[in-house]
């Protein structure tokens, strides 16, 4: 959580509250699936990240 947190400003920090846990093994098992498919031009996105770098960014994935 506060990884998620201090990316926000001081006055958002304040208001944060955890409500739902982010699971990212959906990331993968979508990228097993399309694999199986042979989908190589399949681009991930959900509601929440518009990219697979825009969800590594936010986890601090590098």
Do not use: I
């Amino acid at each position: 959580m506060e990884r998620v947190r201090h990316k926000l400003l001081e006055g958002e920090q304040k208001e944060f509250a955890l409500v739902e846990r982010y699971r990212t093994d959906y990331f993968d098992e979508c990228y097993e699936y399309e694999n199986v498919k042979r989908n190589k031009k399949y681009e991930w996105s959900d509601r929440c990240f518009n990219s697979q770098e825009d969800l590594w960014d936010f986890f601090g994935y590098k």
